[in-house]
Structures are given as C-alpha cells and as structure tokens.
C-alpha cells in the first residue's frame, strides 16, 4: 500500500525544508515531496494533511513499558499502540522490569515479541548491573551485541562510582550512549516531592535538588575521562542545564533531556491528596521550570522525551508517600510541547521537531528522524490548531496515571505511519 500525504506543513531537520508540499510513501520508503503530487493508483491512501505539521516519525528515548514482569501496569502491545496514538514510530523501553533486563536473552525477549506484535518500533535498553542491584556489571557487551541502542540504570543510579566507570569504558569502546537517571540514593531519604516551602508547609518529606544535582556532576566528570556518550535523563533542576551547558563547552558528549511534566507543572501545581503528581525526578520550583524552558528554546537542552511510567489505579491512589513515582506520557507529549512551547513561541516546529525526532535518532545513531527522500518512511501528522480536554479514560496505556486529566490543551496526533504502514490513524483522515 502507498500513501499519499497532501497539503501538509513538511517540517524536516536534516533538510532543515519548512514548507506546504506532498509527500508519496512507497515501498515504505519516502519516495518524493514536493508540490501538485499525484496518486499513483486507485488503491493509494490519500490523507489531507492540509493545516497539519508533517514530521519525521517522533521518538521517544524514555519509556517504561513494564514487560516482563508487570503487565498490569502495561505491556509490549497497550504500550506500543499508545505510543502510535502518541505520534511515536520509535521507543525506547528501559529495563526496570521484573526481571530486570540484564542479559542478551532478556532483551532478545522484548524485541520479539514488540516485533510480533508492536505497531511501532520498540528498541530495549539493557540495564548497567545485573539485576539492577547495583553489585556487579551485567552482560553489557552481550547486550550491546544483541542491539541495545543504550544503557540504563533507569529508576536508581548506579551508586558504586567505580563500577560505573567501567561500564563507561565499555560504552565508550562500542560507541554506545549511557542514559542516567541522576538521584543520590544516600540523601533522597523518603523524599516524595520537591523540598521546598510547600514541601514543609504540607509536612511531606523533600527531594533536593542536590539530590540530582551530584550525581548529574559525577556522571559528567566520569563521561569526560571514559569518553562515553551521556545522556542525561529526565533534567529537573536549573543546575542540571547549567552543568549540560558547560560540558558541552568543554566538549564533553553530554546530551540533555526533559520531560513535558518538568516544563508544564511546578511544586506549586501539586495536590497532595493525588499521586499522580509524585514522579521522579519531582516537579521543581518556577526557577527550576523556567531554566528548563530556557535550555531548550537555546538548544542546549537536546531532547523532549516522556518518562512514559504507568502504574495501576490501586497503585496511584495510595496516599502520595506510599504510591510509586511516575506518571504516563505517551499520549500527552506532543499536546504539551504545541501548548506550552510551540503555541507560545518558545520552540518553532523546527525546533520540536529536532527535539521529538532528529535529535534522539542522532543520540543512539540510528537512520531515522528525517523525511528525506529514499529514507524510511517513519512520519508523523500533527494538527497543532485542534483544541481538546485531555481524557485519561481515552487513553489506549493501561496507566491512566496523569495530572493532566481535564485540561485544555491543543496540538492533536492525526495520523502516526511507521515503515510506510499507518500505525495510528483518526477516524475520517483517508480516502
Ligand atoms: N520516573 C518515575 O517516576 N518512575 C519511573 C522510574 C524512573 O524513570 O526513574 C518508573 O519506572 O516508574
Ligand atoms: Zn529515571
Ligand atoms: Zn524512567
């Protein structure tokens, strides 16, 4: 089957091409734009794309899919068909899984059943330490070998600073990227939201920024003596893309990511009555919020990713010192993104687009992220202008797990298309 995409807002980093054109899928490869394209045969899918932005294929570096293990919060299927629905044609699943994916077979396991099954392209992470105990290093060459595009400690860090070099080394001899989740395990404590004067005021237990902070440094000092690449997880603090700014000065490979819940929301925002507020890292203060915003409009900050975590109802409606971090994002990412960046000026599509598709494709050296003619036709449809309320009950995750249930918000997923097949479409979008 081919598609013909018309009338949309072609928006291509590698091509750095902004413009209204067509653009033929064939063979599932992006076979022409350009303007006045015509169908090739009757049995061409033709979608108006007119007042759409047309983007390479979203991907998104930090999802938790939670297979093996805890299906009840997700799996390969409701994870991956929420990501299609999100505008994701690329995922990348951490490993915090039970078991934890440590070893050549485990991941192996992901990568067959997402390939059986998944509507999008599911990439597994391998995790840093067997069992993500944090003892010993697991099976990363193994891994690696397997097809990992990252690894990850995801959920912790890896305390051992020792251990963590090596795995570095061996990251840095195979080129692979380190994705860190930054959280001092000796001072977070019972931590469960930011501390701060809303922290003391409600009597709840704070997390630091310092929290991050240390390890954030500590990673960047040892990436610069292994030569690693290193990929900074879920950014929350002001420090933190103060740090990403000087070592990219120094020509340290650092890359930084934030999340839509870290640039949206503030401690200010928190419910302590409703867990899905609690997520790790915390929602910081404005000033922390505000740097965030500034890094990425100035570029120093690389990647808009979700921290997709869901969990199950049982689980987030436990008072919010018990109920596990996390919340879902798959299918809020790009709403937030058009709504509080793009809609207010603060990223051109370009720059989203960078930020969603051509700066993480980069990040794990993979050949996607652009709409170039002869690549593979990984492309995503979005109507910035539609205008909605977020329904947690809509969403195809098994997690419902939001804070943003119930709020306005615009920018709309039309039609999501991976390898030339339509992953995801709305209704009424063809003929
Ligand atoms: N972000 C979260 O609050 N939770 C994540 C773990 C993580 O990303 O650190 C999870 O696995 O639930
Ligand atoms: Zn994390
Ligand atoms: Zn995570």
């Known amino acids: 089957m081919n598609i013909l995409i018309r009338n949309g ?38 979608i108006d794309a007119s007042g759409c932005y047309v983007m390479p294929g979203l991907i998104d570096l930090h999802v938790h899919l939670r297979d093996p293990g805890l299906t009840y919060k997700e799996d390969i299927v409701s994870g991956s068909k929420a990501a299609a629905r999100g505008g994701f044609t690329t995922i990348l699943a951490m490993p915090n899984t039970k078991p934890v994916i440590d ?26 330490t067997k069992g993500q105990a944090g003892e010993e290093l697991a099976d990363i060459e193994e891994m690696i070998e397997q097809g990992v595009p990252a690894i990850s400690e995801d959920g912790k860090s890896v305390m051992n600073a020792r251990l963590y070099k090596n795995a570095m080394g061996i990251a840095a001899k195979y080129d692979v990227p380190v994705f860190a989740h930054c959280e001092d395990r000796n001072i977070v404590g019972k931590g469960c939201v930011n501390e701060d004067e809303h922290s003391r005021k409600m009597g709840l237990p704070g997390i630091s920024n310092a929290v991050e902070d240390i390890i954030a440094a500590r990673d960047i000092i040892l990436a610069k003596e292994t030569g690693a690449k290193l990929h900074l997880c879920h950014c929350s603090t002001k420090e933190s893309v103060r740090m990403v700014e000087l070592a990219k000065k120094e ?47 100035n570029d120093i900050m690389d990647v808009i990713s979700t921290d997709h975590a869901p969990h ?14 996390g919340i879902v994002g798959l299918e809020t990412s790009v709403a937030l993104t058009i709504t509080e960046l793009v809609d207010k000026g603060i990223l051109t599509p370009m720059q989203m687009a960078e930020k969603m598709s051509y700066n993480p494709a980069k990040i794990i050296g993979l050949d996607r992220g652009s709409l170039e003619e002869g690549k593979a036709a990984d492309v995503t449809i979005i109507d910035p202008d539609a205008e909605y309320v977020i329904d947690s009950m809509t969403f195809l995750s098994k997690g419902k797990n939001t804070p943003f249930h119930g709020r306005r918000v615009k920018g709309l997923v039309k039609a999501t298309i991976c390898n030339g097949k339509i992953a995801y479409i709305q209704d009424g979008m063809t003929r």
């Open 312 to 325: 199950s109802r049982e689980e987030k409606t436990m008072p919010i010192t018990r109920a596990p971090f």
């Open 9 to 46: 807002r072609i928006i291509d980093p590698a091509t750095k091409t902004d413009e209204i054109s067509d653009l033929y899928i064939e063979g599932g490869k992006v076979k022409k734009t350009g303007k006045g394209l015509k169908p090739k045969d009757k049995t061409d899918k033709v």
């Open 251 to 297: 020509g340290i490979k650092v890359t930084g990511e934030v999340c839509p819940h870290h640039f949206t929301l503030t401690s200010d925002d928190v419910d302590p009555n409703d867990a899905n507020y609690k997520m790790n890292p915390p929602l910081r203060t404005k000033e922390d919020r505000d740097a965030l915003i500034c890094g990425l409009k």
């Open 103 to 128: 070893s050549a077979d485990r991941v192996k396991y992901v990568q067959n059943k997402a390939k059986e099954l998944s509507p999008i392209h599911v990439m597994q992470i391998g995790a840093i």
